[in-house]
């Protein structure tokens, strides 16, 4: 990746022009002891995962598919909240490299203009009070057309070059990424997740919303609240009541 901007993410780099999911392909690094920072990068997955067993769509030379491997001293239950660190990290990158406003949906899609472009997917390799690993998977539609997009999710999915008409450097941003994501989680790691909870509030879409929120467990409708300092979705159900949520699918339902 030229223009990297780096102390260690990215120093090792394993490369791919075709792949099954570079996050397979991680985790087994990470396992071998990868060092903190090692990142798998293909041009073309044949078999890219998402969040809750979906599968993601990786074209070939049009995207950034990559899991970057970070070994943080920190205990696991702070791990959750580095798929945030990363939402943070990407937002900033895209903004940057390209004149977008990219916003977050909690906890961790990039949307611009209301579809998403970057999903991320985050594994913890842990073993009771210590992190081994931390396995940060992100897919970013970068050059894509809209016809590389099926029909039926042309209204929820989109690239950065469609939305603003132009192609993109991809090593560009895959080097701004990871730029964010070592000054954004190296800040997490020594200050905490209170700075990283005022650049996610800043650019996220959901707080404020109706919302409904699909768990494994249930169906909650309600507004927005905000997030805990855990990174934790509270919301204010219709009853009044307020929940919180660690993990679940949302959708905005406007105002
Ligand atoms: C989501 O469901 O929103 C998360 C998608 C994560 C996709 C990335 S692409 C690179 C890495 N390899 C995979 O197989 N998945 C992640």
Redesign the pocket.
């Known amino acids: 990746i030229p223009n990297l901007n780096t102390k260690q993410l990215g120093r090792t780099i394993d490369y791919y022009t075709t792949c ?5 392909i ?1 985790a087994d690094k990470a396992r071998e002891g990868a060092p903190h920072g090692t990142v ?1 990068i ?1 041009e073309e ?1 044949t ?6 067993d ?1 599968s ?1 769509n ?1 074209t070939a030379n049009k ?5 970057v491997i970070i070994r943080p001293a920190i205990s696991p239950q702070f791990a959750a909240q580095f798929t945030l660190v990363s939402a943070v990290a990407i937002t900033q990158a895209i903004q940057e490299v390209t004149n977008l406003t990219p916003e977050i949906k909690w906890p ?2 990039i949307l611009i203009n209301g579809k ?1 472009v ?4 985050t594994e913890l390799q842990a073993d009771m009070d210590i992190v081994h690993s931390i396995i940060i ?4 539609n970068v050059n894509q057309e809209l016809s590389a997009f099926e029909e039926s999710i042309q209204k929820t999915a989109t690239s950065l070059k469609i939305e603003n008409g132009e192609e993109i450097d991809r090593s560009l941003l895959a080097a701004k990424i990871l730029y964010y994501l070592e000054k954004y989680g190296d800040l997490y790691v020594e200050n905490g997740f209170k700075p990283i909870k005022i650049l996610w509030e800043s650019h996220n879409c959901t707080i404020g919303k109706r919302i409904r929120a699909t768990t494994l467990r249930e169906t909650l409708e309600g507004v927005a609240l905000g997030i805990t300092n855990d990174g934790v979705l509270e919301i204010k159900l219709d009853s009044g009541e307020i929940r919180g949520v660690y993990s679940a699918d949302i959708h905005l339902l406007g105002k």
């Open positions: 099954e999911s570079t996050q397979i991680a798998v293909a997955q078999d890219g995962r998402g969040r809750l979906r993601w990786s995207g950034i598919w990559m899991s961790n899609d998403k970057t999903g991320i997917l998977g992100i897919g970013v």
